[in-house]
């Protein structure tokens, strides 16, 4: 293994950072999102000279810290502490601790706790750098297929479906990329709601990124949900989302209409009973039965 150590020797930062002794420093460290070597020798310096590293979870953290011989003192910051404790880890920034906050995976602040300590220090006046490095979203994007010129990120959406569904249609018009996360255990579900009110679009379920069984998943929103209904996938899930075709329109394969109003659409169309149309209309939007009942109740209230 490369001793990082001895290749740090000089840096660019640290200059102007020891010129403030009377405050400390937040350093915001990127940490890997699977595979344990995706981290750079810049973190790896700043975690091993920090005086007190900030963790979402410590047991996490420490798996990191050893595989690197990193021995320093760890603490818990996450959202439910983040109260109490980001005033404490501002007492000591302001004595002049060097903390580095970091995260189970990834970058602190990008749909992890984080923000509020953020926020504390800048209305104590205390310096933040960031420590770059892995991004599930960027790691997704680029490896997606879709425009990467232009994309919007939202996060987790609402775990309530109604909320949810008001937030699917609110990006109903973005041309942009659309990058989230979602739970495993709510993605068809959430699928299902997005083939509905956003139509067939291009797109893109990536699992469990640089980690053993990492998988993209390709098609448009309605094959990924068929797909996944067959067979529910396990671990970490970004999604992405691409923008309408050219010239498609929703048609009556895929409407915009709530389901009630493409029964009964199929109802006139095809002359079939409401029980024949409603079993028509769930299997153009890959919902069960149960699911397609749920909805129309929905629907009428």
């Not at 018009?173 to 709601?193: N, Q």
């Amino acid at each position: 293994m490369v001793d990082w150590r001895r290749s740090m020797s000089t840096n660019t930062d640290r200059p102007a950072l020891d010129a403030q002794k009377s405050l400390g420093c937040l350093y915001l460290v990127a940490t890997p999102i699977g595979n344990l070597e995706d981290i750079t020798v810049r973190a790896l310096r700043v975690l091993g000279e920090a005086d007190l590293i900030a963790c979402e979870d410590t047991r996490q953290t420490a798996k990191l810290l050893r595989h690197y011989n990193i021995d320093k003192k760890t603490v818990s910051y996450h959202e439910h502490n983040e109260m109490t404790r980001a005033p404490e880890l501002v007492i000591g920034l302001e004595e002049g601790a060097k903390v580095a906050l970091v995260t189970d995976a990834g970058t602190p602040g990008i749909s992890d706790p984080g923000h509020h300590l953020i926020s504390l220090c800048l209305r104590h006046h205390i310096p933040i750098v960031p420590i770059p490095g892995p991004s599930a979203v960027i790691a997704a994007l680029t490896a997606s297929g879709l425009p990467t010129e232009e994309f919007l990120f939202v996060g987790f959406l609402p775990s309530r479906s109604g909320e949810r569904r008001k937030a699917l249609e609110a990006l109903a018009a973005e041309p942009r990329t659309i990058v989230l996360y979602e739970s495993p255990h709510r993605l068809v579900e959430m699928l299902g709601e997005a083939v509905e009110l956003l139509g067939r679009r291009p797109a893109v379920v990536a699992r469990e990124l640089t980690k053993v069984h990492e998988e993209f998943l390709r098609g448009d929103l309605a094959e990924l949900l068929v797909r996944i209904r067959q067979n529910p996938p396990r671990g970490e899930i970004t999604i992405l989302i691409g923008k309408a075709l050219e010239g498609q329109a929703r048609s009556n394969e895929l409407p915009a209409a709530p389901l009630q109003r493409r029964v009964e659409q199929i109802m006139l169309e095809k002359k079939l009973d409401r029980k024949a149309a409603l079993k028509t209309a769930a299997r153009e939007r890959g919902l069960t039965k149960r699911e397609a009942y749920k909805q129309l109740l929905t629907d009428r209230t």
